[in-house]
Every structure is written in C-alpha cells, then in structure tokens.
C-alpha cells in the first residue's frame, strides 16, 4: 500500500494538481483496502 500512496503524490506533481498555491503546501497521498489505510505525506515550498 506504500507504493499506490507514493504513486499518488508523485501523480500530483505530474498532474501539477498545486500549480496556483503558494507558501509551504503540504501533500498526501492515501491508499485503501478494506479497513486498512496508509498514507505517505510530503511538505513542498513555493
């Protein structure tokens, strides 16, 4: 599950789904199965 959260940031930086904020901006990406969850989280700066 770390590697579908992962895919799910880096998907925001290819998709560039932040490219109109600004200051610190903080991203997560969170995978799913059944009751589990993971979630992997990154702090960017612009």
Same mark, same amino acid.
């Given at each position: 599950?770390?590697?579908? !959260? =992962?895919?799910?940031? #880096? ?7 932040? !490219? =109109?904020?600004?200051? #610190? ?22």
């Amino acid at each position: 599950m770390k590697t579908v !959260a =992962d895919n799910a940031i #880096e998907q925001i930086f290819k998709l560039r789904y932040f !490219a =109109d904020l600004r200051g #610190e901006i903080q991203l997560y990406g969170i995978a799913t199965r059944q009751t589990d969850a993971f979630v992997s989280y990154r702090k960017i700066y612009r």
